[in-house]
Protein backbone atom coordinates (compact mmCIF):
# COMPACT_ATOMS: atom_id res chain seq x y z
CA UNK A 1 0.00 0.00 0.00
CA UNK A 2 0.37 3.73 -0.87
CA UNK A 3 0.37 4.69 2.71
CA UNK A 4 0.86 8.58 3.59
CA UNK A 5 4.68 9.83 3.71
CA UNK A 6 5.72 12.75 5.91
CA UNK A 7 9.18 14.96 6.58
CA UNK A 8 10.76 14.28 9.64
CA UNK A 9 13.04 16.39 11.12
CA UNK A 10 16.87 15.69 11.36
CA UNK A 11 17.42 14.75 15.04
CA UNK A 12 14.65 12.58 15.65
CA UNK A 13 11.59 11.06 14.25
CA UNK A 14 8.48 13.83 14.67
CA UNK A 15 7.35 15.46 12.14
CA UNK A 16 8.62 18.70 10.60
CA UNK A 17 6.29 21.83 11.50
CA UNK A 18 6.22 25.34 9.90
CA UNK A 19 7.47 26.54 12.92
CA UNK A 20 11.17 26.34 12.74
CA UNK A 21 12.51 29.38 11.16
CA UNK A 22 16.35 30.77 10.87
CA UNK A 23 17.74 33.95 12.07
CA UNK A 24 20.77 35.40 12.72
CA UNK A 25 21.57 37.41 15.94
CA UNK A 26 24.58 39.44 16.65
CA UNK A 27 26.89 37.41 19.44
CA UNK A 28 26.92 40.17 22.50
CA UNK A 29 30.73 38.66 22.96
CA UNK A 30 32.22 38.42 19.79
CA UNK A 31 29.88 40.70 17.42
CA UNK A 32 29.88 37.77 14.82
CA UNK A 33 26.62 37.04 13.25
CA UNK A 34 25.33 33.30 14.12
CA UNK A 35 22.40 31.36 12.68
CA UNK A 36 19.83 29.91 15.10
CA UNK A 37 16.84 28.35 14.46
CA UNK A 38 13.79 29.27 16.26
CA UNK A 39 10.91 26.67 17.48
CA UNK A 40 7.99 28.27 17.14
CA UNK A 41 5.38 26.44 18.39
CA UNK A 42 6.58 26.69 21.76
CA UNK A 43 5.69 30.23 22.14
CA UNK A 44 7.50 33.19 23.88
CA UNK A 45 10.63 31.63 25.79
CA UNK A 46 14.28 32.46 27.28
CA UNK A 47 16.88 30.13 26.56
CA UNK A 48 20.70 29.61 26.64
CA UNK A 49 22.57 29.23 22.95
CA UNK A 50 25.96 28.99 23.01
CA UNK A 51 27.67 31.07 19.89
CA UNK A 52 28.96 29.17 17.19
CA UNK A 53 32.08 31.36 16.78
CA UNK A 54 33.43 32.31 20.51
CA UNK A 55 31.47 29.28 22.40
CA UNK A 56 30.23 31.31 25.27
CA UNK A 57 26.48 31.55 26.69
CA UNK A 58 23.82 33.70 24.53
CA UNK A 59 20.51 34.71 26.65
CA UNK A 60 18.06 34.73 23.71
CA UNK A 61 14.84 36.09 24.71
CA UNK A 62 12.03 34.74 22.03
CA UNK A 63 8.94 36.66 21.68
CA UNK A 64 5.72 35.78 20.11
CA UNK A 65 3.00 37.58 19.19
CA UNK A 66 -1.17 36.58 19.53
CA UNK A 67 -0.32 34.40 16.15
CA UNK A 68 2.88 32.57 17.15
CA UNK A 69 4.58 34.29 15.05
CA UNK A 70 7.73 35.97 15.84
CA UNK A 71 7.35 39.45 17.59
CA UNK A 72 10.85 40.35 18.93
CA UNK A 73 14.39 38.24 19.17
CA UNK A 74 16.66 39.50 21.78
CA UNK A 75 20.55 38.05 22.28
CA UNK A 76 21.82 39.30 25.49
CA UNK A 77 24.83 38.45 27.74
CA UNK A 78 24.18 35.54 29.77
CA UNK A 79 25.87 37.83 33.08
CA UNK A 80 23.69 40.59 32.07
Do not use: K
Not at 9 to 31: D, F, I, K, W
Amino acid sequence: GGGATSTNCCCCSCPMTELLRAHAVECPYCGEWIELLLDLSAGSQSYVEDCQVCCRPIQIDLICDSDGELAELRARRDDE
